[in-house]
């Protein structure tokens, strides 16, 4: 594996026959193949490395066959592309092969080069709308406590057996993630959790990929952009709980659409819910600042009594989730509860209402990645269950994402919060002062917070630290761990987290 070159992928390879390849895909042979034979394959010419296939998707913006000369000078042994890529690739002179649409059989591709089946013996796929990263970080604590060598796929960052790299997007395209499970397997990872997108669904980067156990937190409203509606959206991630990408499934009843994908999976499928009925039966226990304590009751009456390092019930829920796809998976409820141990899942995941150090003079600030009302939601019922003072949240709407949800994100933070804070995070393409109006005309909407408009985002989380002291909380939601803004499509250096710790050090200067 070489982590500062590209996707992680496994050291060695047994070289496979092209011709094979294309009879395994029933492609065509636009040119002579001979005795060729590759070791791996991409769909990105800056990640071919000697004896890749290279795979040229027509794309938004371009065709991948423009890049094939400079995929040959890279290493490339051959093209997988459409007729209009090997026409436009024909002076490359690389032999090629052609099917209707390489983006589809890209994932059997990678799967039959790099012999990925069962690359892996425990696969989990983790899908939904919120808590997705936050429950494949929760299994893979697990699953190492548990004694187990592991590897995971975030929107953050690709791991195996210790050796990350930071993600490019939440789910890989299907070359990537191919790479992934055969470099785990040359690492003997025995379980992995991965991610998986309603886009990378949709999009066949999870083809030739079948999971052990699929997991579904909630589904709300997000990228209605991409889908247009909820039904399409609820089918895109739906798709994950058919046989042929999953054995099993457990699911969250957490949400309405829950009980849909339940009730029309067409793999067997466990439920839990910290609401109401279900095979498992969540209770939340303790939530203090230090944590959430909860109670899972299986189907038979036995019992899991733990606690998580994180605040509010959508994280128990997450965790509960975690260890029922793991009894899915064949480990033992007994295992499960002794790795444990008294501290539980001792772990929390950065920028996920990440509280920052603070003195006792200050209010406790958490920065969080929650970008969707119901996110909004949850993190601050969460904060609400622990903070004796006032709530100030503090956020903005990324821009070119889903407009529609951003009047609900206002008026969800307006219902619970005592002020609210509007500024600019990533405008993007768009007008930033445009985003700024709908959110302020949903927070306006409840006539229950204070709400404030305050562009420059420093300036936003110093306004919130002042108006604050010990006892109360500031949420920045949105922000996260993330590095950088993008603003007009140029990605600025710029930490959300620096910016909360010198407005707080500057509270505490203040009071000194
Ligand atoms: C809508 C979508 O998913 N687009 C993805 C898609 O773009 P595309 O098909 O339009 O490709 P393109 O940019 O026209 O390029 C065509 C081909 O030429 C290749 N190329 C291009 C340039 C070059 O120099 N060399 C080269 O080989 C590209 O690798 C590509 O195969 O293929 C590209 C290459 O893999 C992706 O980078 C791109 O993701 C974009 C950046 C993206 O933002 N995707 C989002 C919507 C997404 O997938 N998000 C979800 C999660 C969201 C969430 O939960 O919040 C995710 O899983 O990340
Ligand atoms: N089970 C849950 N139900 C509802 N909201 C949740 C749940 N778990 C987490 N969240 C909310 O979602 C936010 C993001 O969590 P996380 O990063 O785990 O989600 P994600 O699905 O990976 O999101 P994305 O891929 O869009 O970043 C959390 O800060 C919290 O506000």
Request: net charge negative.
């Amino acid at each position: 594996m070489t982590p500062d070159n590209g996707p992680l992928r496994p050291q060695r390879t047994a070289p496979r026959d092209l011709r094979g390849l294309a009879q395994h895909l029933s492609a065509s042979v636009a040119a002579d193949l001979d005795a060729a034979v590759a070791t791996g394959i991409t769909l990105r010419s800056q990640d071919v490395r000697p004896g890749d296939v290279f795979a040229a998707l027509p794309g938004a913006a371009t065709h991948g066959a423009a890049f094939a000369a400079a995929a040959r000078a890279a290493g490339a042994v051959a093209l997988l592309t459409d007729a209009a890529g090997a026409a436009l690739a024909v002076d490359a002179g690389l032999p090629t092969l052609v099917v209707d649409d390489p983006r589809r059989v890209l994932g059997d591709a990678a799967a039959w080069l790099l012999r990925t089946e069962d690359a892996v013996p425990l696969l989990l796929g983790m899908t939904g709308t919120n808590g997705k990263t936050t429950t494949v970080t929760l299994l893979d604590h697990l699953l190492r406590r548990l004694g187990r060598r592991t590897g995971i796929s975030t929107t953050a960052e690709r791991v195996v057996d210790g050796v990350r790299i930071p993600s490019r997007l939440t789910t890989p395209e299907a070359d990537e993630l191919h790479g992934l499970l055969a470099a785990m397997r040359e690492r003997r990872v025995d379980a992995a959790a991965i991610e998986v997108s309603a886009q990378a669904l949709v999009r066949a980067r999870v083809a030739g990929v079948r999971f052990d156990v699929a997991g579904f937190t909630n589904l709300s409203h997000d990228h209605l952009d991409d889908f247009g509606d909820m039904a399409t959206y609820f089918a895109a991630k739906a798709a994950l709980f058919e046989p042929d990408r999953a054995r099993r499934g457990v699911v969250s009843l957490d949400s309405p659409w829950g009980a849909r994908l339940a009730a029309e999976a067409r793999i067997p499928v466990t439920t839990v819910a910290l609401h109401g009925d279900a095979d498992w039966r969540v209770a939340i226990t303790e939530r203090s600042l230090d944590g959430t304590r909860f109670r899972a009751t299986a189907p038979d009456g036995r019992v899991l009594e733990t606690r998580v390092r994180m605040l509010g019930d959508h994280a128990a829920a997450d965790a509960a989730l975690a260890a029922v796809m793991l009894v899915e998976g064949g480990v033992a409820l007994d295992a499960i509860q002794e790795a444990l141990g008294d501290d539980g899942f001792d772990v929390a995941v950065p920028g996920r209402l990440e509280r920052l150090p603070s003195s006792a003079c200050g209010p406790a600030v958490h920065l969080d990645v929650a970008h969707t009302p119901d996110a909004f939601e949850k993190s601050l019922a969460a904060l609400r269950a622990v903070t004796p003072g006032r709530i100030v949240m503090v956020f903005g709407a990324d821009g070119d994402r889903d407009p529609s949800k951003r009047f609900d994100m206002g008026r969800v933070a307006s219902s619970t919060a005592d002020v609210v804070v509007i500024t600019d995070h990533h405008s993007r393409f768009e007008d930033p002062e445009a985003i700024r109006r709908t959110l302020l005309q949903g927070a306006r909407s409840t006539g229950r917070a204070e709400v404030l408009e305050v562009p420059d985002p420093g300036a936003g989380i110093r306004a919130a630290v002042a108006m604050t002291g010990p006892g109360d909380a500031v949420l920045w939601a949105g922000t996260g761990r993330t590095d950088y803004r993008d603003i007009g499509g140029t990605k600025l250096p710029y930490s959300f987290h620096d910016e909360a710790r010198a407005a707080l050090a500057e509270l505490q200067a203040t009071a000194a």
